[in-house]
């Protein structure tokens, strides 16, 4: 059974387009988080829900508006694709946000690539 | 926000014990330390986590001084399969932060 899973996998599109990256997690948390990994492996967060409560919102551009249907869902949206948001987009979920000892779970993530 | 610091890369061959170090100078009472692992082309996963001394589980070691600012991750007998990104991390009752990690290249 896949923890936290994200689709699609790979997503080509066009400079300009709306697309959207869906997650799923199945573990039960009430928390779930999306980052973006850049070409030298930074990973940041951008956004986290906890119980469908948008909690953190980092400096992301509002093209980026992330969606929560429910507690197990966390989909991004993207508006108006630019070059630089060619990255790898990973969802994760965890039990408890800010709780020190919280591990987060990761799906496998969406590479993105604007042409 | 307790920032860390980690190298960049680190490369090591088959069988040696590989030694990750992490500063983190301004770490608060309540934080603990996380590592995680990525492999290529996958999300990353928790490996490890400690508050002070030493932890030990099937993967890793993490070894924390008694001031806790800084750990090391120690990789016993290292693989070609242990080939991967690790992140440190400090968790508290603020955002985890990941950054770049460092990345671990094992040669034959």
């Known amino acids: 059974d896949t923890a936290v899973s994200q689709t699609p996998k790979y997503l080509v599109t066009q400079m300009g387009n709306d697309k959207s990256i869906k997650c799923e997690q199945n573990l039960g948390h009430d928390t779930m988080y999306w980052y973006k990994q850049d070409s030298k492996k930074f990973l940041k967060i951008m956004f986290s829900?906890?119980?469908?409560?948008?909690?953190i919102n980092e400096t992301v551009p509002n093209r980026f508006s992330p969606k929560s249907p429910d507690k197990a869902h966390l989909n991004l949206h993207i508006n108006s694709l630019e070059l630089g948001d060619s990255a790898v987009y990973f969802c994760a979920s965890s039990h408890m946000i800010r709780d020190p000892q919280e591990t987060q779970y990761f799906g496998p993530g969406t590479r993105l690539l604007v042409l | 926000l307790a920032k860390t610091t980690q190298p960049i890369s680190m490369d090591s061959y088959e069988g040696q014990e590989v030694n990750i170090t992490c500063s983190h100078n301004n770490i608060a009472t309540n934080d603990y330390i996380t590592w995680y692992q990525q492999f290529p082309s996958q999300g990353p996963r928790f490996i490890i986590q400690?508050?002070?001394t030493k932890v030990t589980n099937e993967v890793a070691s993490l070894f924390i001084p008694a001031d806790r600012k800084s750990s090391t991750l120690s990789l016993p007998r290292v693989s070609l399969s242990d080939t991967a990104v690790y992140y440190c991390l400090v968790v508290g009752s603020y955002i985890p932060t990941f950054g770049r990690g460092t990345s671990l290249i094992v040669h034959p």
């Open positions: 829900y906890n119980n469908k409560e948008l909690i």
């Open positions: 400690g508050y002070k």
